[in-house]
């Protein structure tokens, strides 16, 4: 296979944004100081009514880690972090990266098997965890399952709001708490989340020899949609560069930005245990904006642009589903005209309809650009740009800076493909395969593995005649002829219908033309006749329920969908069945 790789997106690219930045190689926990030094008195936190500065934040990361190293932590350790968006899980993450240790993220919905799976594969020595969650998943277990595990650091909601908040909330029943904190489980010891950071006062840090391109800085495990989760192992290095990525893309192209810094704002409803939340974090740090965290999405969805309007919100990550649920609720048309604040958001995770896209920037008067990328990329690979005339809807936009893809055949990954020489890609006929196969992609914030997994590490990262790393998405894609990254569908989801390949994404964006479909999820079943049929579960907008059937919605999916494309069948279902930061599970919808 040739090695020589097009620039295929040149021809479109925002010409303010460089190509190639000169990076800063520094331990990523110096972000925050160099943030906390520049502006001490800019916001870093907003969480439930409390505000914690910049400067402050870094005293407490210091005295965090201070209380962290006495507990035995050191360098390379792995320490879990088990809590929700909350003034804890920042402090903690910021602290362990501060004395050269690794964050591992567990998402709060982890159950305690998960959990066990976890500690033993990362062999975690701490873990912090919100109290609720302890006793909801932990409490009576045999946590002798964990042998690698000597503390168990217990922290609850209403620590770092005001005392009459959390003592109204508690008595209210509005914070979830567990009344008695164990000293002991076993061997593991329970110290409580203020005792570490009193333990710290007389702040005393290790001082740190990095290899910042070989050493884990954080350690964020895949959702085990293709088996067992695997820890992804990212660098200091990496993380620090994909921040810079990620900033210069907006704030060249979004010139009001630069002069946010320091003042601007992210409110962050991803989970900060997941790569995309990670990322909304760590940028927010490097641009010294204030982090409005939101431990779940609010009953009230709406109350999401209340706080960004309170609370001067510049730029906000998100998932599809989100943005649908804001565009639904009536309450929401309240707002328009009152969020200049908001610049920007970003849509990642799955495929952002275009309606969808259309009505949410009507009511907030900021754009939605779509992205792409996964944990073993730190995590962004592309982004649509932010001016309206080069952004391009299903698609994912362009390489961000220093990056590169390409496009293999999907059965060996041997041979590059060429360009697509179409500009919509929606109805390429059935000579697409000429043009679709496996994005593969490399760039300096690219994983340095699966922790203790090599076999999986090599088949993922593979290396050129040019000895550049790519890494093997088995996500299905194209790029179209204005150089846009196309994705339709991950490897293992495409349904063969009579020997054809159906992407189910392609089919969903199809579906999601019709005006009464709220969400959809498109999955192959198995059939003796046609191999696999195409089979659509469809939740409906509130308007249309009672008056769609299953009859109208297969008879428009004939009449507008190619015949080796549209759904044989759908189901109507309530709603879809989705992953914690809002992916549509495809499994489920397999079990079902």
């Known amino acids: 296979m040739s090695d020589e790789i097009k620039r295929y997106w040149d021809k479109n690219w925002p010409e303010e944004t460089p190509k190639h930045i000169d990076y800063e190689v520094t331990p990523i926990d110096q972000l925050l100081k160099k943030t906390a030094e520049e502006f001490p008195e800019s916001e870093a936190i907003f969480f439930e009514g409390s505000r914690i500065k910049y400067g402050e934040l870094d005293l407490l990361v210091d005295q965090f880690a201070t209380g962290l190293s006495k507990l035995g932590i ?23 990266l501060r004395i050269g240790g690794i964050s591992n993220p567990i998402l709060p919905v982890n159950r305690f098997v998960e959990i066990v799976h976890q500690i033993n594969d990362s062999k975690a020595k701490a873990m912090i965890i919100l ?24 922290t609850g909601t209403g620590e770092f709001l005001s005392p009459l908040k959390a003592k109204l909330g508690a008595a209210l029943g509005k914070i979830p708490q567990m009344k008695n904190w164990p000293e002991k489980v076993g061997e593991i010891k329970c110290p409580k989340f203020q005792e570490v950071l009193k333990s710290g006062y007389q702040i005393d840090l290790p001082k740190v020899n990095y290899d910042l391109k070989k050493d884990t800085a954080i350690l964020i495990y895949t959702g085990g949609t293709t088996g067992v989760p695997k820890g992804v192992m990212t660098s200091h290095y990496s993380m620090v560069v994909n921040a810079l990525q990620v900033d210069a893309w907006a704030s060249t192209q979004l010139p009001q930005m630069k002069e946010l810094k320091g003042k601007g704002g992210m409110l962050l409803v991803v989970p900060l245990a997941h790569s995309f939340g990670n990322i909304g974090m760590t940028v927010s740090v490097l641009q010294g904006w204030k982090m409005v965290l939101l431990p779940r999405p609010p009953e009230k969805i709406s109350k999401i642009l209340n706080y960004i309007m309170k609370e001067k919100v510049t730029y906000m990550p998100g998932v599809p589903t989100l943005y649908i649920k804001l565009n639904q609720d009536p309450d929401s048309q309240k707002y328009k005209g009152k969020l200049d604040c908001l610049i920007a958001c970003i849509s990642a995770a799955s495929a952002i309809p275009e309606e969808v896209k259309n009505e949410f920037e009507k009511i907030t008067g900021a754009a939605i650009v779509e992205g792409y990328g996964m944990s073993e990329f730190s995590p962004v690979v592309s982004l649509n740009p932010f001016k309206d005339e080069l952004q391009k809807i299903n698609t994912v936009g362009f390489p961000i800076s220093d990056t590169l893809l390409k496009i293999v055949d999907a059965e060996e990954g041997k041979t ?18 000429q043009y679709i196969g496996e994005i593969c992609c490399t760039g300096p914030q690219i994983m340095l593995g699966y922790l203790g997994r090599e076999k999986d590490s090599e088949y ?41 390949g159906v992407f189910p994404r392609e089919v969903e964006d199809l579906m999601y033309m019709n005006a009464a479909v709220l969400e959809v999820g498109v999955i192959g079943v198995p059939d003796t006749e046609v191999g696999e049929n195409i089979k659509a579960f469809v939740a409906l907008k509130p308007e249309y329920q009672g008056k769609i059937s299953v009859d109208d919605l297969l008879e428009w999916a004939k009449e507008n969908i190619s015949p080796y494309k549209y759904p044989r069948q759908i189901e109507l279902v309530p709603e879809l069945p989705k992953s914690v930061v809002g992916k549509i599970l495809k499994r489920e919808l397999r079990n079902q």
């Open 460 to 500: 993922a990262l593979r290396k050129d005649s040019k000895g550049l790393i790519w890494y093997y998405t088995a996500d299905i894609g194209c790029i179209d002829s204005g150089g846009y990254l196309r994705i339709k569908d991950r490897k293992r989801d495409m349904i063969k219908y009579k020997g054809h």
């Open 131 to 154: 109290d609720f969650l302890y006793e909801e998943y932990l409490d009576g277990k045999d946590l002798s399952k964990m042998p690698t595990l000597k503390n168990i650091i217990f």
């Open 74 to 96: 050191k360098k390379g350790d792995v320490v879990a972090i088990d809590l929700p968006n909350m003034p804890q899980y920042v402090i903690a993450h910021w602290a362990i």
């Open 416 to 433: 590059l493909l060429p360009q697509c020489p179409h500009e919509t890609c929606e109805n390429c006929g059935i000579d697409e395969f």
